[in-house]
T-cell receptor, first 112, second 111 residues
Framework: DTGVSQDPRHKITKRGQNVTFRCDPI?????LYWYRQTLGQGPEFLTY????????KSRLLSDRFSAERPKGSFSTLEIQRTEQGDSAMYLC??????????FGPGTRLTVL | GQQVMQIPQYQHVQEGEDFTTYCNSS?????IQWYKQRPGGHPVFLIQ?????EVKKQKRLTFQFGEAKKNSSLHITATQTTDVGTYFC???????????FGRGTSLIVHP
């Protein structure tokens, strides 16, 4: 399967714990995006990488959130000291240049 | 970045009826993208429109970009149960032209 993959698919954690998600984009895609989606809403932009450089971050992205793409391939999104409001689907997408995005299946986070 | 407004938020139709969703922006768009998300799934790219007044068809789906490039529509002819899902439009925002999504229109098709 050469699509975008995300791991884990589901994560249940207790409030205050740290969580880390991984995204493997389509191999030839240089752009990688993280979005958050809650019920009844469209994907909400969090951050964007071009190769290994993090070029944009949403103002919604608090300092508890950090993302990396160390070698310009896979990316990780870490949330520290999780809060119940962090419960959502976290979607990763990749694209080649400025073209349309290919989304992964998402990681559903539940914070108890 | 600026959002796009999508209407309606929900649409119930009987199988075989037509369906249209609209996407509106207050500013001129360089392009507009459409995605479909099945229940429990992830957004899947459908099409990108770039030219003023552009009309593109994919089988029973017709996509239109307004002359002023401020609005777009998706029309489905003779809906089927496989059309069920949420249809999102997305506009490019910021210097990196990152797709910014509307809230979507959820289509429910009754057999």
């Amino acid at each position: 399967d050469t699509g975008v993959s995300q791991d884990p698919r589901h994560k249940i954690t207790k409030r205050g714990q740290n969580v880390t998600f991984r995204c493997d984009p389509i191999s030839e895609h240089n752009r990688l995006y993280w979005y958050r989606q809650t019920l009844g809403q469209g994907p909400e932009f969090l951050t964007y990488f071009q190769n290994e450089a993090q070029l944009e971050k949403s103002r919604l992205l608090s300092d508890r959130f950090s993302a990396e793409r160390p070698k310009g391939s896979f990316s990780t999104l870490e949330i520290q000291r999780t809060e119940q409001g962090d419960s959502a689907m976290y979607l990763c997408a990749s694209s080649s240049g400025g073209m349309w995005q290919f989304f992964g299946p998402g990681t559903r986070l539940t914070v108890l | 970045g600026q959002q796009v407004m999508q209407i309606p938020q929900y649409q119930h139709v009987q199988e075989g009826e037509d369906f249209t969703t609209y996407c509106n922006s207050s500013t001129t768009l360089s392009n507009i993208q459409w995605y479909k998300q099945r229940p429990g799934g992830h957004p899947v790219f459908l099409i990108q429109l770039v030219k003023s007044g552009e009309v593109k068809k994919q089988k029973r789906l017709t996509f239109q970009f307004g002359e002023a490039k401020k609005n777009s529509s998706l029309h489905i002819t003779a809906t089927q149960t496989t059309d069920v899902g949420t249809y999102f439009c997305a506009r490019p925002s910021g210097g990196s032209y990152i797709p910014t999504f509307g809230r979507g229109t959820s289509l429910i098709v009754h057999p």
